[in-house]
């Protein structure tokens, strides 16, 4: 059984560039969710889906911020007009839904931001 | 709202060292999980244990065993016997069900020292 994947690991991006990074949940996990990360700070959560609908989206989630699971497997998270603000390591993480399951992190996607 | 405080920085302890990490949390919730993740150098979040509120029973797995104390809101991770490998920053987390998001705390550092 794979875990959850992310991609790019690292991307370096000039200021007002847009990005965007792919997450594939563990095969049959119907929960997704994507978190932020900074130095030295625990992770903080964006947004999660259900299947294809996004249940909640956190306030750190700014109108640059989007993500999508269009068909409830991969998601992607996309960054416009990034600032230096948004460099981060961006999480994912997939559960199977049900009260008593796990959150299943990936190895996170490293944006930095020049 | 709901909190996690892990007030231990940073921990260096020598190998063989006996270590225990510290987490506080805050929820109005009766019903809630606390969870235990391992973040080595890599960046992945691996999950170590998961507790529901209404199971005070401490555990052990091998060298690592949880003391859950509802009376004082605490779920502190002890490390027996500690090892280098064991180096990585820990967090702990709350959440309201098994896989609604999870709430982190801003981790402990632990170094081990041969």
């Known amino acids: 059984d794979t875990g959850v994947s992310q991609d790019p690991r690292h991307k370096i991006t000039k200021r007002g560039q847009n990005v965007t990074f792919r997450c594939d949940p563990i095969s049959e996990h119907n929960r997704l969710y994507w978190y932020r990360q900074t130095l030295g700070q625990g992770p903080e959560f964006l947004t999660y889906f259900q299947n294809e609908a996004q249940l909640e989206k956190s306030r750190l989630l700014s109108d640059r911020f989007s993500a999508e699971r269009p068909k409830g497997s991969f998601s992607t998270l996309e960054i416009q007009r990034t600032e230096q603000g948004d460099s981060a390591m961006y999480l994912c993480?997939?559960?199977?839904?049900?009260?008593?399951?796990?959150?299943?992190f990936g190895e996170g996607s490293w944006l930095t931001v020049v | 709202a709901q909190k996690v405080t892990q007030a231990q920085t940073e921990i260096s302890v020598v190998e063989k060292e006996d270590v225990t990490l510290d987490c506080v949390y805050e929820?109005?919730?009766?019903?809630?999980?606390l969870f235990w993740y391992k973040q080595p150098p890599s960046g992945e979040l691996v999950f170590l244990i998961r507790?529901?509120?209404?199971?005070?029973q401490n555990e052990i797995s091998g060298r690592y065993s949880w003391n859950f104390q509802k009376s004082t809101s605490s779920f502190n991770f002890t490390i027996t016997a500690s090892q280098v490998v064991d180096s990585a920053v820990y967090f702990c987390a709350l959440s309201r069900s098994g896989n609604t998001p999870l709430v982190f705390g801003k981790g402990t550092r632990l170094s081990v020292i041969a």
């Open positions: 993480a997939s559960s199977f839904l049900d009260s008593g399951n796990t959150i299943y």
């Open positions: 507790r529901n509120s209404f199971d005070e």
């Open positions: 929820t109005r919730d009766t019903t809630y999980y």
